[in-house]
């Protein structure tokens, strides 16, 4: 009998040594999971709020481009600024660092349509008369299409999901 009791003490013994084991392996690969996903938090959230401080600066450039904004015909000089202040933006705010993948499209769609203009030797020679017709709705509609873009990417136009 006293065999028998080793071999039962012995089997629990190692039974407690292989759930310790166990418990440890899991309570390790938990931490470290939570550990990862507060970091990917906090992470996410100082990328909302850098971006947030960022396109609230680019947003205001884009007014002159606003559909309802106090009407003023779009000129030359008018789109050879706003290019100019978001070329600013891009590359000495730090914006161009900041914005999504998602809204890079949409803003190199809007410079791409300011460009043309810009290039346009007729509109350069006129700088305050009007571009016309369909280069303002062009540019009209990539400033609309940039600026739900952005919002999209900082989610302000979606419900709280708490």
Known sequence: MPT???NAASLSLIAGFVSGVISSVLTYFGTRSKIRLDMRAEYDKSLHDRRLELYKQLWPKTQPLGRF???EPL???IVTKVSSDMGHWYFFKEGGIYLSKRSRKPYFVLKTQ????ILNKGLEAQPDEYIGDEARDAILNAASHLRTSLADDIRTRDAPWL
């Not at 300011?114 to 203009?117: A, I, S």
């Open 114 to 117: 300011l460009t043309k203009v």
């Open 4 to 6: 028998e009791t080793l």
């Open 75 to 77: 000129t030359w000089n």
């Open 69 to 71: 904004a106090p009407y």
